[in-house]
Every structure is written in structure tokens, then in C-alpha cells.
């Protein structure tokens, strides 16, 4: 089941929260979320449900044996164990496809075979959720859950279940038992879903008809024009598709009185490779950061090992989006690029106009998206060389059949929904509104920011004049307006389209 | 607001279980007329285990919510709308003469003649092969029946016909033209094949005998595919089914009806086509199995009012009968003793009512269409026949398709 689909908006989700709200006991609420959580993930894997219920308790045993440990050795045996368990389970469910054929490939004969297992959804984010958990415990830094109910409900929380963001249990450690609905909150999680779903549905599923008729091509057939937007489209889709879902699943948690991490700010923003790493799937990045990349020793070891730890990392973060060649060069693409950066490009970029960097990143993330996207490393190449102008304008095909430019006026739309015009907008008029009008404000900044900013103005010191403060009022009135006209619109859109695909299902 | 809007289809659903009078357009009801408006949904048969662990019940569930969704029917049309409203706005810059009714729509429209149409068909491989194929099956058919005549009538559909205003935007692709020259080539040299070309090359004379908001061709477009295969015919001949003919030929009153259409309802685009159909005195016509259409009854038209809407999505179907059934039509009227038989796909519904008007018995056979799952092989038909006349009469896309479907038809 996802977001974006008939039967979540009109009968899951009603049916969900008016269970969940009905029932005051915070204890039965947790009961009740997971199972709808569990209800949520057998309707589209009935089967691997059983696969997340054996995850949920294989980690729940594992840290209560941490827990329960009194000597390093064996925390540090049982934690391996853990990892060694949850790893294995992904590895063999995301990855056995892969290695049969490369093994096999690389020997010239069958000497493992493809199982053809179908990748269980969500499985990578559920996987480092739970590692996350056992990890945390073994540090010391979050208190061991007794109550496997809750800790069912942390894994596979529906919010975040089927593409993040990662929330680790720390995240929401302190509101598994105390947190506080409050109708405010509510309607901040409401707003919050309406904007995601309206990214999702009215943004990247437009976008990603145009990309999904252009990628599958050779590139001789659409030549630049053909290449060119498949990528663009691609760009675009994958963004609103993936922040959409974030969104929403932010927005939901909200709705229950949970506060996860942000996962996306205006990532296409950036300057530098290193900088939209820190803005684009934050709650990864977070991950691989704490998880792996300190662990290696981060950058506190000679240069020589901090380009190994540099680029295992990076490796990993591209395998983990999927088990191709692509996605590892694709990773690895990234990692040469923050090294390079490291050493040489961001002093000149500092050097330079701010714009220069701004077209340097988004060089670099659309040809990135290039390797994520395109089929097959052969046709990267061709891809390439068609962008350069290798097949003419349209290949072999016309203008009219590509059906690109059937696209160009939602172009603006597009770029306007990946800049932050709509926070800027909203701390001026708080600034405005509390009499400081020339108060410097930044959109989206790019370190820090953890919480998800509202949709509406809030004024956090007295208005200056109660027109000012009326003015903000019918600001946010025609923000609530504006964002139920997105989900009726979303809706109609949900209704009508069997196009609806959700990238983030392969990883 | 927005928790109300959610819960739409709960209180639809409770609402109509309740007996409570909904008005129509609130409900998912005029959504059916619509490709993909409704679906049908079995929720009972699919409740248990295995329909949970084949995800049977899950999509029957997820139908039958779509199906309470309050008005559907505008909710698709007006998101459609807007798809259109942002593509017309694309094209300012370039003013193609045709665009998408929707985003990635296989249906376009054209605002000068106000029609809709399919995309043209490209000219693949696949293509090519399926129509070398048929061909030369065909060709070594009618060899085996030298005292048989064939006729054979490409269908001038929308997506490959020359009046397409996609044609000249698009590369590569198949026209009736294209297949009406390899079938006379192959046939070469054989006295006993007919090929008919019936294709049009603009708009003006193509919507004359295609509807604008269907790909099938009116009564006139199935007349005129008639004579120009009774000219093809030796003159005794032909000089007798044209006479049959020309007693017939009137027009009905069926102007009250606009008609939306095949193409309206896949890309949900409603344009309304006033009808404009010939009728036939067609009183002595008997049918040897099914219900007769409604073209040939006398309160036909009144019919087509109480059909309500299908009347006008399907105007082709209610009017002329459904393609579904093979029937054989009687005229009491025409030469006793002489009879034809249409091999066809739906392009034969209309195409059959006219032939009779010369034959004592017209047999059809609607194995060229593409819904058709069964077929036996035409030789062994021709065999149990004493047809002296077999009319061929489909769309490119079919005569294609027909020997992948049925890989031994025309052995």
C-alpha cells in the first residue's frame, strides 16, 4: 500500500486515525499502531509480514541480551550477532540475485543459482532501523525496550515504513510513552501530508510519465532532446517523489504526536556535492555517518584512510540503493566528487561567484541521476554522448513524438516546488508581522534545521499592530485553503491516474 | 475540511447501503462509461487466506473503494482537463496541430476539426512482419479457392490513416495506404481478390465516414467500403447488388443524439458528435441467432433515448450490435440462394447490414478481432460454406495481430 493510493486516503487512513483517537489509553494507541502497522505491510507483502515479525523479535532478544550483558566481550558478541543477523536477512533477500549472476558470470558457469526472490518492501529501511536499535543499546545511548509490542511499533511504524525516513529509536525513545497529541500538532501533520502528497502525486508522477517513456530508449532514438529531458524528468521525479513521501510520512507522525528527523532541504539548492549530501536524504546520510563512517575512524585517520573510509562508505551508500552496478558507481561517483571537493574544487568555488557553484552542483547531481536512472552501464555511454549531441536534436525520432515539450510550462513549477520561496516567504512575514521587517532571514539553511518547519506563520514575539497580526491570520487562512485545493486536486489525481509508481519501492 | 473530504467514500458507501436518495452525479455511477471509471470488484469469492495471500482481496478491496469514490466521473474528467489545460499551454510556442487529451493519452485531439484520434501506429518490425505474414497467407488462401471470391477491406482507423494531423509530426509509422499496396502486390495476378482501398488523406473527407469521437466509421463509412467493393466486382454482378442497394439507402432522424464515443471515454475528453447515419430498409432481414440491434427495429430510436447514456458513449455498438456474436442475417428481400461471409473485427458490425441487402445469407465472423480467443482456421470454414462472395473487412492493427493470435488461420 502506499501513500498515494485510493484505498490508504479514503478508507486506511480514516479508518486508522479515527481507532487511533477514539481510544484514550496511550498503551492501547501503541497497540493499536502497530497493528495497523502490520495491516499496512501484509497488504502489499502478505507473506514477508512474517519476515518483519521475525526481524521485530530477533532484535528485541538481541537487546535484551546486550542489555542484560554484564561483560564487554559478550555485549560486543551478541551486538555482532545482531548485525550479523539483520545483515544477512538483507543481504540475502536484496542482494543473492545479484551475486549469483555476478559470481556466476565471473566463473563462466553456474555455480550459484538466482533464486529470483522478490525484494521484500522496505526492507533496507526497516534493516537499519533495527541496527540502529541494538547499536544504540550496545552504546549505551537509548534504554532497552521490554515491551516487544513497542518496540514492533517502532520498527514498523506505517509512517516511515516503506521509504524512511531512518528514524532511530533514540528519535522517538521519549514519545514511545509520553507523547502529547495536540490539535495544533494534528493539523501540522495534516498540512504537512497535503504538501507531500501534492509533491508526489501532482509533480513527480507528472514528471515520471515523461521519464519512464524516455528512459527505457536508446539514446540514437531521442538523441538530445530525448536525453536530455529523461534525465531532467528523472531529476525532478525522483525528488518530489521521494521529499513527497518524507513529507508525508512526517506529516503523519505529527498527526500522532511524533516527531521524526527531516529527510530533505531543498537539496537542489546546493552549492557542492558535499553540501547536497546534506540536504538530500539527511536521515541516510545520518546513518551512514554515525554508523560506519565514525566507526572507520571519519576523518581522524591519515589521508590515505580517510579516502578508504571515504569511498567504502559511499560504496555502501550506492549498493544500498539497489543491487546493480549502477547504483555502485553511482555511489562511488559521489564519493570521488566529495573527495575532490575536499582537497581542490571548494577552494575555488569559495573563489567564485556563488551561481558558479549552484551550476557546478547541478551538473553533478544530473549526471548523477543519469547513472541512477539509465538501464544497464552500456548505456550510460550512449546517453552521454547523446547529450553532447552524438544523435542530433531528436534521434531518429520527431519533436512531436517525444512528447517533451508537452512538459516545458510545468518546467517553472517544478523549479519553484525545489526552492525554499515558501519559508522565506513565511519568515519574512513573522519578522514583518513582529516589527523587525529587515530581519535577515535564511530559508533553508544548511546545517542544523533538524525539525520540519510549519506551513503556517507563527509569531513567536507579540505582533506589531493587530492589523499586522490579521494579516498573518488571512495568510494562514489562504495557506489552508491552498493546501486543501492541493489535496482535492492530489485526490482527483490519485482517483483517475493507474499511473502511479513509487521509486523508493526497489531500495 | 480535509478529515471530511477523506472520508467521501465511507459516507457515500454508507449513505447509498443506507436507502438514502444520493443524486447520480454525487456517486461513481456516470464513471462507467468511462475507460477505467469502474471496476468490477469481488470482494466475497476473494475472502479468505489464499485470496489475502495472493493479493486477490487486496485489489477487489481497493476496487470497490475506488468505486464509492463521490463523483468520479468528474474527478477523472477534470483532472484530465487540467493535463490538457497545462499541455495546450506547452504548445503555444510550437502550435502543433495536435496534442495528448492527457499525459501519456494514446488518444489526441485535434482543435481544428474538433476530433479526437488515436496516435499513429509506428511502423515497427513487429508490424511489418504481422502484415507480411497475413499477406502471403492470404495470398496462398484464396489460390486454394479459385472459384471463391475475396474481397478484402482495410478499415481506414484513425492511426493509420493519411488524415491523421499526427502523421506529418511523426516518423516511422504504418498507414491503410501502406498495407493496401502490399496486399495488391502480393495479390497480384489473382482474379478472384478484391483489394478495396477505402482510405481518406484529409480530414474533410475522413469525417465524413469516421465519427470524430470514435475509431470506427459511421453507417456512410461502411456504405461506402459496400460500393466500392460492388465496383470491383464483374458487372452482372455488381449491377445486381447495386440495385439491391439503391432502393435502401434513406436518412433516419437521429439528430436529437450527440454521441461521445470510444475515443471520448479513453481519453476522457467529451466532445459532443451530432449522428449523422444512414438508415436501411432492412424489415425482411431475420436473424438466425441473438437479438437484433437497434437499427433494425422500428422503435429503434425511441430505444436509443431509453438507453440513456451508453446510447451515446457507445453509440456504435447500441446502434449497429455488438460485435461479440457471429450471426447470420437473412433477407427475405434479397436473391434467394446467393450468400456471403464477413470475416471481420468490429469495423464488420456496421459493414454486415449492408451486405445483406444483396445476399440471401450473410455469415460473420468476428475472428479478426482482437478480443477474439478462439478461431477455427478459414479454410476449414470456407470448406463447410457455399458463400459465393468472403469479405475481409478490419483495421490494419488486426490483420497484424491475427496470426499471432491464431498462428494456423489462414493454413
Request: net charge negative; proline share 4%; aromatic share 14%.
Amino acid at each position: 500500500m502506499v501513500f498515494s493510493s485510493t484505498i490508504f486516503l479514503f478508507a486506511f487512513l480514516p479508518l486508522f486515525l479515527a481507532v487511533y483517537f477514539a481510544l484514550p489509553w496511550r498503551a492501547v494507541k501503541n497497540v493499536v499502531l502497530l497493528a495497523f502497522s502490520l495491516a499496512f505491510y501484509a497488504w502489499g507483502e502478505p507473506v514477508y509480514v512474517w519476515l518483519m515479525i521475525g526481524s521485530i523479535c530477533a532484535n528485541w532478544v538481541f537487546a535484551l541480551l546486550i542489555d542484560r550483558s554484564g561483560r564487554d566481550i559478550s555485549r560486543k558478541l551478541f551486538l555482532v550477532l545482531a548485525l550479523a543477523a539483520n545483515l544477512a536477512v538483507l543481504g540475502f533477500y536484496k542482494y543473492q540475485g545479484f551475486l549469483a549472476y555476478n559470481v556466476n558470470r565471473a566463473l563462466g558457469e553456474e555455480f550459484l543459482a538466482d533464486l529470483q526472490l522478490a525484494l521484500p518492501i522496505g526492507i533496507s529501511f526497516f534493516t537499519l532501523q533495527a541496527i540502529t536499535y541494538v547499536v544504540d543499546v550496545y552504546r549505551r545511548q537509548v534504554q532497552v525496550q521490554r515491551n516487544p509490542l513497542y518496540l514492533g511499533m517502532y520498527i514498523a511504524m506505517f509512517p516511515q515504513l516503506v521509504a524512511g525516513p531512518i528514524v532511530r529509536y533514540s528519535d522517538i525513545e521519549h514519545e514511545i510513552d509520553n507523547r502529547r497529541v495536540t490539535l495544533e500538532g494534528f493539523a501540522q501533520g495534516l498540512r504537512l501530508f497535503c504538501v507531500g502528497l501534492g509533491k508526489k502525486v501532482l509533480l513527480a508522477n507528472t514528471a515520471g510519465t515523461l521519464a519512464d517513456s524516455l528512459l527505457p530508449r536508446e539514446a540514437a532514438e531521442i538523441g538530445f532532446v530525448g536525453c536530455f529531458s529523461g534525465v531532467a524528468a528523472y531529476t525532478f521525479q525522483i525528488y518530489f517523489d521521494f521529499s513527497g513521501y518524507s513529507d508525508m510520512a512526517i506529516g503523519l507522525g505529527k498527526m500522532m504526536g511524533f516527531d521524526y528527523p527531516r529527510n530533505f532541504n531543498y537539496p537542489y539548492t546546493s552549492r557542492s556535492a558535499t553540501e547536497f549530501w546534506r540536504r538530500w536524504h539527511m536521515s541516510l546520510g545520518g546513518f551512514f555517518r554515525d554508523y560506519v563512517y565514525i566507526p572507520l575512524g571519519g576523518n581522524r585517520v591519515s589521508t590515505p584512510r580517510f579516502v578508504l573510509n571515504t569511498m567504502v562508505v559511499w560504496g555502501l551508500t550506492g549498493i544500498w540503493h539497489g543491487a546493480a552496478w549502477n547504483f555502485v558507481l553511482w555511489g562511488l561517483y559521489w564519493g570521488i566528487l566529495i573527495l575532490l571537493e575536499k582537497f581542490f574544487v571548494t577552494r575555488v568555488l569559495d573563489r567564485l561567484p556563488r551561481f558558479v557553484g549552484h551550476i557546478w552542483c547541478a551538473v553533478l547531481f544530473f549526471f548523477g541521476w543519469l547513472l541512477f536512472a539509465v538501464t544497464g552501464l552500456e548505456n550510460v555511454g550512449e546517453w552521454v554522448a547523446a547529450m553532447f549531441g552524438a544523435y542530433g536534436f531528436t534521434g531518429t525520432s520527431t519533436l512531436w513524438e517525444l512528447q517533451s515539450w508537452s512538459y516545458i510550462s510545468l518546467v517553472p513549477v517544478m523549479i519553484a516546488g525545489s526552492l525554499p520561496w515558501a519559508p522565506w516567504l513565511r519568515k519574512k512575514l513573522e519578522a514583518w508581522a513582529e516589527g523587525d521587517g529587515h530581519r535577515k532571514v535564511t530559508a533553508a539553511p544548511e546545517k542544523g534545521n533538524s525539525a520540519v518547519p510549519p506551513c503556517q506563520a507563527v509569531l513567536r514575539a507579540p505582533a506589531a499592530s493587530v492589523a499586522r497580526a490579521r494579516i498573518v491570520m488571512v495568510a494562514n487562512v489562504f495557506v489552508d485553503v491552498a493546501l486543501l485545493v492541493v489535496l482535492v486536486l492530489s485526490s482527483m489525481s490519485v482517483v483517475s491516474s493507474s499511473y502511479n509508481p513509487f521509486i523508493y519501492f526497489q531500495f | 475540511m480535509a478529515c471530511l473530504f477523506l472520508c467521501g467514500p465511507a459516507i457515500l458507501f454508507g449513505a447509498l447501503k443506507a436507502g438514502i436518495a444520493v443524486p447520480v452525479e454525487l456517486t461513481a455511477e456516470p464513471a462507467k462509461y468511462l475507460i477505467g471509471g469502474v471496476s468490477q470488484s469481488a470482494i466475497l469469492p476473494n475472502l479468505n487466506i489464499d485470496g489475502f495471500a495472493n493479493k486477490k482481496l487486496q485489489a477487489a478491496i481497493e476496487d470497490s473503494v475506488g468505486n464509492y469514490v463521490p463523483s468520479k466521473a468528474n474527478a477523472l474528467l477534470t483532472n484530465a482537463a487540467l493535463q490538457r489545460a497545462i499541455i495546450t499551454f506547452s504548445d503555444l510556442p510550437q502550435s502543433f496541430r495536435c496534442y495528448p487529451t492527457y499525459f501519456d493519452s494514446s488518444v489526441i485531439y485535434d482543435p481544428t476539426c474538433n476530433a479526437l484520434a488515436q496516435k499513429p501506429l509506428q511502423d515497427t518490425k513487429e508490424v511489418q512482419n504481422g502484415i507480411r505474414e497475413f499477406a502471403v497467407g492470404f495470398a496462398d488462401l484464396v489460390q486454394k479457392f479459385p472459384d471463391r471470391k475475396f474481397v478484402i477491406i482495410v478499415a481506414d482507423i484513425s492511426n493509420t490513416s493519411l488524415s491523421n494531423p499526427a502523421l506529418c509530426l511523426s516518423d516511422d509509422t504504418y498507414t491503410t495506404v501502406m498495407l493496401n499496396a502490399m496486399l495488391k502486390k502480393v495479390c497480384a495476378g489473382f482474379e478472384n481478390v478484391s483489394v478495396i482501398d477505402c482510405s481518406y488523406d484529409n480530414p474533410r473527407d475522413y469525417y465524413q465516414y469516421f465519427y470524430r469521437t470514435d475509431h470506427h466509421w459511421n453507417g456512410w463509412g461502411a456504405l461506402d467500403a459496400y460500393e466500392r467493393s460492388i465496383d470491383s466486382l464483374e458487372s452482372n454482378y455488381a449491377e445486381r447488388l447495386r440495385g439491391a442497394l439503391n432502393d435502401t439507402v434513406s436518412l433516419k432522424g437521429l439528430e436529437w443524439l450527440s454521441e461521445h464515443g470510444y475515443s471520448c471515454r479513453d481519453g476522457l475528453m467529451l466532445i459532443n458528435e451530432p449522428v449523422n447515419e444512414p438508415e436501411f430498409s432492412l424489415s425482411e432481414i431475420t436473424l438466425e441467432e441473438g437479438s437484433p440491434p437497434l437499427m433494425l427495429l422500428d422503435d429503434g430510436v425511441a430505444r436509443m433515448k431509453e438507453a440513456g447514456p451508453i446510447a451515446s458513449y457507445d453509440f456504435y455498438q447500441t446502434w449497429y450490435g455488438q460485435w461479440q456474436d457471429t450471426v447470420a442475417v437473412n433477407d427475405g428481400a434479397a436473391l434467394p440462394g446467393s450468400s456471403a461471409l464477413v470475416v471481420c473485427d468490429s469495423f464488420g458490425t456496421a459493414f454486415k447490414w449492408i451486405a445483406s441487402t444483396g445476399f440471401g445469407r450473410v455469415e460473420t465472423l468476428y475472428d479478426l478481432h482482437g478480443n477474439r480467443t478462439e478461431a477455427t482456421p478459414l479454410a476449414e470454414t470456407l470448406l463447410g460454406s457455399d458463400c459465393e462472395i468472403v469479405f475481409l473487412v478490419a483495421c490494419a492493427a488486426d490483420y497484424q495481430k491475427v496470426l499471432d493470435r491464431f498462428p494456423g488461420y489462414l493454413d
